[in-house]
Each structure stands twice: as structure tokens, then as C-alpha cells.
């Protein structure tokens, strides 16, 4: 589908490009330790782009490009913080900051790698657990683009049955959760959120003014859950994992030139 992948090595990140980049207000309870985990050494980055840093500032205490912005007081120190990278879209927002110092050239992104939350284990989350994540830089991208990419997608895994739920996303708007049905436990199940990046979020990192960019987040174990039928996630991913599933299935072969 014509995608390059996006460099993941980085677990540890800063909360700037976690969080603040994204339109992600510092006060929002997702910054908090209940859901992420911020390191204790070293607890804070050395090395931020300064002049974007006074933008991402500017758009979130005043606004700008026709928005009101959050009205509150930005602070350097929360955004310097180092934590383990809650999901790949930090990823995301350090490949388009990189696009948008050039020439714009039209770009599809993944990447497929480990994200941590702070969160409560049970049948269908965990505290580290692995992200795919999607993008499509371009001109004219539309909310349909986006359904039908993620489509496609899900097609190709097999799981034809999807719905799309309308949601809130400080960094997207429009936004959808993404569901699909497991038959393992007869109802539907998230596999994913995605959305169309806000001009808050874009335009201070220097992107043209029409230029759209439509994302999405997908989890690696519950679509995994579904097309094996597998009910508890414990059971794909740590210590319970039966290696016999591993061994019994055929491995995937990617065709190259």
C-alpha cells in the first residue's frame, strides 16, 4: 500500500512530543501518573527544538490559526519530563515535524512497536502491549480516505465486520474509535482510535495550510485475539502464552523484489 516504516527505538520520550505537540493540554488526566509512567533517571530532557517549542507554547496558552488555544499558563518543566512512550504517535509527530522542514512531499508512514500505560490488567488490556500506527500525509484527504483505509486494512486480516464510533481526541478531529466483532466473546471489542489530525497540531510544525493528514492507532493483540479466537490477552502476550499457537501456524512470508 506504498507505507515506509517509521523508526521506533526510542521506549523512553518526552512528554513534549507525547503530549504537547499532539494539542494535548498539560492538566488532561492522561498526563497523570495514573496512566503514564514517568521516569525517575533521567526525569527530564535535554534537547527540544526551541522554536518550535514557543509555538506549540503559543497554540496551546493563546491559540492561533483560528483557534482559541487553551487559556492556561504552559510550562517548560512538564514538558520536558521523560516517561515511557504511551503510544506510537509520538513517532508520528517527530516524522511530520521532520516532513515539514522540507519541500512538502506527499508521505504514508507505519510502525508496528511496544507502548506502555499505566493501567489496570485484565482480559483485554495490559500494562505494555504493542501499537500499530498509521498515517497518510497528503492534499485533500477526507474522513471517507480514512474509513477506507482502515477497511482495507481489517480485509486483508480477515475481519470484515468493523464499526466506526465517534469520539474525542485532543490531537484529532474528527475522530473514531474502531470496533469489531469477536466471536469468541459474541460482542464487539476496540481494535483502534484514528481521526484527522487538527491544524493545531499541524501548522505549527510548519505543514502547508492544505494539507491533511488522516492517523490511526491499532492494537496488535485484540485484532490478533480475534482472528485466533483467543479470549484473554494473557494468553497471547507474557509468561501464559502457549508457544504450541506459534508452532502450529505458518509463518508469513512477505514477497520481494
Known sequence: ??????????????????????????????????????????????????DYLQRVQKIHESGGYGSRGYGYDWKREEAEKNLLRTHTTAVSSRMLYALAQKPFTPKRYFSIDRVF????????????????????????????????VLNDFFSRLGMIKLRFKPAYNPYTEPSMEIFSYHEGLKKWVEVGNSGIFRPEMLLPMGLPEDVSVIAWGLSLERPTMI????????????????????????ICRLGMQ
Not at 497523570?32 to 527540544?48: E, I, R
Not at 490477552?233 to 504450541?244: A, P, T, Y
Request: proline share 6%; hydrophobic share 35%.
Open 1 to 50: 500500500m506504498g507505507f515506509e516504516e517509521m523508526p521506533t527505538n526510542n521506549f523512553v520520550e518526552s512528554s513534549f512530543w507525547n503530549f504537547d505537540v499532539l494539542f494535548q493540554p498539560q492538566q488532561h488526566p492522561a498526563r497523570d501518573s495514573h496512566d503514564t509512567f514517568f521516569l525517575k533517571v533521567p526525569a527530564y530532557t535535554q534537547t527540544l527544538p526551541e
Open 117 to 148: 500505560r499505566n493501567e489496570a490488567v485484565d482480559r483485554t488490556h495490559l500494562a505494555e502491549f504493542h501499537q500499530i500506527e498509521g498515517l497518510v500525509c497528503d492534499k485533500g484527504l477526507t474522513l471517507g480516505d480514512l474509513i477506507g
Open 227 to 250: 482472528l485466533y479466537g483467543i479470549d484473554n490477552i494473557r494468553d497471547l502476550f507474557g509468561h501464559k502464552v502457549d508457544l504450541n499457537l506459534i508452532k502450529k501456524n505458518p
